[in-house]
């Protein structure tokens, strides 16, 4: 029997809505942890009826540490759409009531926040090129 080797990747991209707003805390250490969960929906077209329907959401636990938490936990709120690249990650614990709890997570590497603030202003990319920055562009005669 021929042996196989599969590549560990662990990579996970969504995007949604916080459902409330981030939990920064920090940990005796003083490293910063922000928690927060993310909706994520879809719509599809159904065949029988040829309308659009909105699937439940789907809600994600996602968590982020040091610099990156302390600005998101500043920044992010509650409707916030946001993008988030990350790894899944599993832990479980014990509660108080002695009872066994698990989840599933995702460990943040880059949260990109979707939501303009008010009043923030987008800045276009600068199509100004100088005269002596442009290329001449061989033509066919």
């Known amino acids: 029997m021929a042996e196989y080797r599969v590549p560990n990747v662990n990579n996970i991209m969504i995007s949604g809505h916080l459902t409330a707003d981030p939990d920064l805390r920090y940990l005796p250490d003083g490293k910063a942890v922000c928690s927060f969960q993310v909706a994520n929906s879809r719509r599809y077209l159904d065949k029988k009826t040829g309308e659009w329907v909105e699937a439940?959401?789907?809600f994600i636990r996602v968590t982020t540490w040091g610099i990156s938490a302390e600005?998101?936990?500043?920044r992010l709120r509650k409707g916030n759409a946001v993008f988030v690249e990350?790894?899944?990650?599993?832990?479980?614990?014990?509660?108080?009531?002695?009872?066994?709890?698990?989840?599933?997570?995702?460990?943040?590497?880059?949260?990109?926040?979707?939501?303009?603030?008010?009043?923030?202003?987008?800045?276009?990319?600068?199509?100004?090129?100088?005269?002596?920055?442009?290329?001449?562009?061989?033509?066919?005669?």
């Open 71 to 74: 600005k998101l936990g500043e």
């Open 86 to 141: 990350g790894r899944i990650q599993g832990r479980t614990w014990e509660t108080p009531e002695g009872q066994k709890r698990s989840v599933i997570e995702i460990n943040a590497m880059r949260v990109q926040n979707l939501t303009r603030l008010p009043g923030e202003r987008v800045e276009e990319p600068n199509e100004e090129v100088k005269e002596n920055e442009k290329e001449e562009v061989p033509t066919e005669d």
């Open 56 to 58: 439940p959401p789907t």
